[in-house]
Structures are given as C-alpha cells and as structure tokens.
C-alpha cells in the first residue's frame, strides 16, 4: 500500500516513522518533508496548502491513504477536496475542522453540551470588547478566534495589557483575519495535559497522555513556542482524571460534533486544565501535538495504518489500541534566540549515532540538505526523543541523547519533565 503524510515537521517525521512500521506500507511520500523524512519516504515538492496539486499526485501515483498532519490545509479544507476525487484521506473535514479552526465555535459548542471549560464571552467588536474587560476579573485570557500559529492566546494581568491586547487583535490584526473575532475567558490555573485521540464520526481512543513545555526558557519563563518538549504519560492523569475525561469531556465532544451535522473523523488532541474544580478543557486542536507526536507515536503498539483506515471506515470500535507500558521524553534542540531571532543554516553532526539504537529517536523539524551535509533550517530543529522503564529513565536517557548532537547555535531547555519528581 503506498501512504502519503502532508506536512514538514517533527510530527510528520514520527507519524511517516510510525507508518512505516505497518508491514502493509511499501511506499510512503511526504508532502513537502523535510531531510529527517526522507529516510522513510519519497519527499514531493508540493507545499501542504496545494490542495489541488497535492490530490493530482495522490491521483497518478495511486496512493492508498493521504494522512494530514498539519492543522492549516485541515482547517482550509483539504480533506474535502480529496474526498470529492475519491481519495482516502485520514483527517477532519473543513466542518470539523473547525473545532480548532475557531475558538468562538469550540466555546460556543462547549458551552451549549456543557463540556466543562473557562467561562468566556465573545466579540466581533472592539468596543464591546474594552467596556467588557472594565468590570472583568484579573488576570485574564485574550484569544483570536482563529488559526495564529500557537501564538494567538494572550494573558494579561493588568486592565491596560488587556487593552492593548484587545487592540494588537481587533484593531491591529496583529493576527490577520484571525482576529477579526475573539474570545475573552476567565483565567485558569493547574497541571496542563495534552490528551491525543482516534475519532471515527462516533466512537473515540484517547491515546496515552502526554504534557508539552511551551515555554522558551527553563522554569516556564520566556516566550511561547510551538513547544520545546513533552513527556509521556503524564503522572497527574490518573485513572480517576481519565474516567472524568471520557464521560464529561472526550465522548460529550464526539457526540456534539456529530449532532451538529459535523461529525469528526480524524486526530481530536484535548488540550486540558487539571483545575481544582476538575479537569476542563483550554482548546481543541485537530491533528496530533507538535512536539506531543513525538513521545505518544514511539509508545503505541497497535498498527497506525490500521487505526487510520477504521478512522475513515467508522470501524473504531473494532480497534484493541494499545500502548507500551513504558515512558518518553523529548527534548527539543532549537536555534538559539528561537522564537525570535536566530540564524539558519549550521551543519548538524552526530544524527547517525541513533541509527540502531532502540528506543533512541531524532525527529527532524527544521533541517535541509546542503550537498552532503545536513543543516538547521528552523527555530525548532530537531526533537530527540527517548522512551524507558519510566519517566526517570526516559529522561535521563533523552538528556544522554541530546549530547550526541552538536550544532553551532544549539539551544534546549534543561528542564523538560521535571515536573515529575514533584509527582
Ligand atoms: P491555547 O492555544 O488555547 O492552548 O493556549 C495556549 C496556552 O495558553 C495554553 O497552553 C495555556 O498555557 C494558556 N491558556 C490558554 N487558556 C487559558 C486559560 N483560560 N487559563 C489559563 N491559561 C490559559
Ligand atoms: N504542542 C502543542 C501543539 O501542537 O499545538
């Protein structure tokens, strides 16, 4: 069976990593790719926003199973106009994909099947929006209703940052389009959890549960990033988390989506609040986690292509989903000066350290080729990831890993799951 994976990064190369495991895959393609995929597939110059040249491939190449990795060409509607060629293509329609597309849709969804999230209002204009923050409770969260590369979301602490973060939105467009409507929601505090689930129209397989560390700098200081690493499981989800999840949150979500003519197919990742009020949902995303894939892939047992193909056949229920009873950690080499400033470009050595290393991985995010050589072609440049017995092991032996690469500009953060030792 011949496979293609649209997108470029850290997430794709574990997914066209994962997929190659499936004795039924004989070919993979990736749609653009990146140097790290190459090793598992044919990577297609075709960037993942060129719907119709993308399916045109599909088409002559005779691919069996297109899988979206990304959340922009799912939100503009990808998986649509595959369908409308009769394509097999694993993901949420653009219908559906607006569960992450738009944060006013999700609340407003929320709200109404009462799956437990932030209180919230929302705006379509800037004057509603400055007299609502007069008499609204500090801190507090600005979102922009759309697609802003992870960075839309603001916490502010003061009247006036809130202010002028309405303003960046609304009027600014700081965001583009994505601010032309926002949400306004009551502050939360608590462990974060990043939750990854199977979804076919009806029934749902959360996957193990895994936690990111967006934050640029060691102790959470500095800026958002797309993500600077995860671990997996998380300790705080517990079984009695979980069983809250699956009654309050996880099947309430398939359910709603599938009674408002919107039924998902495809990757739901939860992204949860463990509050003192139990757990509640921060966002929905639709599509595996960036760097979440990373540590979650490594650890499932059960045949991706298998669980993709009954995603799309509504044959879920079917599926044992099994994951080892392990632990992962990644640790993600960035350029330093990411997410601001930095420099592209420098050789990367060491990579062929982790071939034939079990349980030892390098998902490539951002690199290219240059001649021979391998070089840094992003802010995230590659995700080292290591599985053990349990969180400890898969730490230390991540951290071990992360010596074997060296880069001019390398940069990590020291601290990725030390949030364990207090569990
Ligand atoms: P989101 O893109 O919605 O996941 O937001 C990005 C990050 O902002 C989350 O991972 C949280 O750390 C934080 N965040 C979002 N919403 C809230 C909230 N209501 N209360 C506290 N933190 C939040
Ligand atoms: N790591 C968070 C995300 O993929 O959105």
Known sequence: MKVMIVGSGGREHAIAWKVAQSPKVDKIYCAPGNAG?????????IGAMEFDRLAAFAKENAVDLTVIGMDDPLVGGIVDVFEAQGLRVFGPRKNAAILEGSKAFSKDLMKKYNIPTAAYESFTDAEA????????????????????LGKGVLICNTLEEAKDGVKEIMMDKKF???????????FMTGREVSVLSYVDGKTIKPMTSAQDHKRAGDGDTGLNTGGMGTFSPSPFYTEEVDAFCRKYIYQPTVDAMAAEGRPFKGIIFFGLMLTEDGPKV?????????????????????????????CIDGTLDQVDLEFADNAAVCVVLASDGY???????????????????DGYYV?????????EDIVTNGGRVLGVTATG????????NAYEAVQWISFANKYYRNDIGKAIDEA
């Open 282 to 310: 921060l966002e929905y995303n639709a599509r595996f986690g960036d760097p979440e894939a990373q540590v979650v892939l490594p650890r499932m047992k059960t045949d991706i292509v298998d669980v993709f193909e009954a």
């Open 37 to 45: 995929i190459e090793e598992y597939a044919e990577c297609v110059s």
């Open 176 to 186: 583009g389009s994505a601010g032309n409507c926002m949400v306004i929601e009551e």
């Open 389 to 396: 017995t349990d969180l400890k092991a898969a730490r230390a």
């Open 363 to 371: 998902f490539h995010a951002g690199t290219a080729k240059r001649g």
């Open 129 to 148: 929006a400055l007299a609502y923050l007069e008499s609204a409770k500090l801190p507090i969260v600005l979102k922009a209703d759309g697609l802003a």
């Open 339 to 357: 997410p601001v400033h930095y420099e592209k470009g420098m050789k990367i050595e060491g990579l062929e350290t982790f071939r034939g290393k």
